[in-house]
């Protein structure tokens, strides 16, 4: 069965140094997101993308992310200078596209700051 | 915010029928519900929706009432695995694929041998 993956599966990364998350979205699928969830907290919106182009973003997603899907199969969020707030899982989603509206959701980063 | 509203935990015995309840009483006509369940801080799991009958695939039953204001969703043989934050999401349907889902806190599923 088709998933999404997502790499790495853990990232520790130090205060203002930049971290690319990747995600390989199910195959067939034409609209991609990023969520995150503190641990602890609530799964967060942060980005929608589609047509290479964002679609939605949440407050959260600020000038420090971005989005990219730099080749046919690549999905990348970008955190440019990364805080200790930015500690959190991260999750890949996909959908096929308009009339499908199930997002199936990778396993998840795990990023951590120090 | 989230426009459902879940019991913040619930226990079910092994091999017993799991029935979650959401009410969602200001959900509009063009909004789905969806399933969902996180094990442990993997990634969501998608389960299952609908928009107004009951719907029935291998993993659950999603029962909505006729006035759509609150839904069921049956795990009909409860077992450890299916231990898990379960997540109850009202979302506004078809030509609208790229709709964010909205988590709420869920309900902490404890499935009990």
């Known amino acids: 069965e088709p998933e999404v993956t997502q790499t790495p599966s853990h990232q520790v990364t130090q205060m203002g140094q930049e971290v690319i998350l990747r995600c390989v979205p199910i195959?067939?699928?034409?609209?991609f997101y990023w969520y995150r969830q503190i641990l602890g907290q609530k799964v967060e919106f942060l980005v929608s993308?589609?047509?290479?182009?964002?679609?939605?973003k949440s407050e959260i997603f600020d000038d420090q992310f971005s989005v990219e899907r730099p080749d046919g199969s690549n999905f990348t969020l970008k955190i440019r200078s990364t805080k200790l707030e930015d500690s959190a899982m991260y999750f890949c989603?996909?959908?096929?596209?308009?009339?499908?509206?199930?997002?199936?959701f990778g396993p998840g980063t795990r990023l951590l700051v120090l | 915010d989230a426009k459902t509203t879940q019991p913040t935990s619930m226990d079910c015995a092994e091999g017993r029928a799991a029935n979650l309840p959401c009410n969602h009483s200001?959900?509009?006509?063009?909004?789905?519900v969806y399933w969902y369940r996180q094990i442990h801080s993997q990634g969501p799991q998608y389960i299952i929706h609908?928009?107004?009958n009951n719907e029935t695939n291998e993993m659950a039953s999603l029962i909505i009432t006729e006035d759509r204001k609150s839904s069921t969703l049956i795990l009909p043989h409860a077992t450890l695995r299916d231990t898990a934050v379960y997540y109850c999401?009202?979302?506004?349907?078809?030509?609208?694929?790229?709709?964010?889902?909205?988590f709420g806190k869920g309900t902490r599923l404890s499935v009990i041998a």
């Open positions: 195959s067939n699928h034409l609209y």
């Open positions: 999401i009202v979302r506004v349907g078809r030509n609208s694929g790229n709709t964010p889902l909205v």
């Open positions: 200001t959900i509009s006509g063009n909004e789905y």
């Open positions: 609908g928009l107004k």
């Open positions: 993308f589609y047509n290479n182009e964002i679609s939605e």
């Open positions: 989603a996909s959908s096929v596209g308009r009339s499908q509206e199930t997002q199936y």
